[in-house]
């Protein structure tokens, strides 16, 4: 049995092949095609036409925080967009958002929406597959023995 240094064995991988080999790379692990995401936390989007009001609708859809509506009426609703309808005007187009501190869900016409804020945090940021694999790597780069990464709260 050979004898490996430390510094050897931080360049291998988890079946022990070296990552030199090109099985397996303890460098920085580029996004995968699509997954790269903007910062949105604390945006507030422009929403002076039809278009940019579809698009930031469409961009609080796919966001996993919550995210203040303002009405035209001045009321102002908090909360996770959990669905979108598109109709072919903004009167028939509506969002569907869960309260922060309520059961219900409400629908609201993009036509009533003045303002959007995404106003609370992505609880999926940085929780990517790439960024375990980076945490694990710089834990056996530094000769930890039993790593186990675990899940962070999400509060």
Partial sequence: MSETS????????????????GALNAGPVPPAPGTAR??????????????????ALD????????VTITRK?????EGYVFDRRKGPGLEQ???????????????ISYS????????????????????????YWEKRAAGEKGIALQPESLE
């Fill in 6 to 21: 430390s510094a050897d064995r931080a360049t291998q991988g988890v079946d022990g092949r070296s990552a030199q080999s």
């Fill in 38 to 55: 903007a910062q949105l936390e604390g945006w507030m989007p422009a929403l002076a036409s039809a278009e940019e009001i579809h698009s």
């Fill in 59 to 66: 961009t609080a859809f796919s966001y996993r925080g919550d």
């Fill in 73 to 77: 009426n001045g009321d102002k609703v």
């Fill in 93 to 107: 187009s509506f969002v569907r958002v869960m309260p922060k501190d309520s059961d219900e869900r409400l629908s």
């Fill in 112 to 135: 009533d929406i003045a303002a959007l804020a995404f106003t609370g945090r992505d609880t999926a940021a940085g929780k990517s597959w790439e960024a375990w694999v980076r945490k």
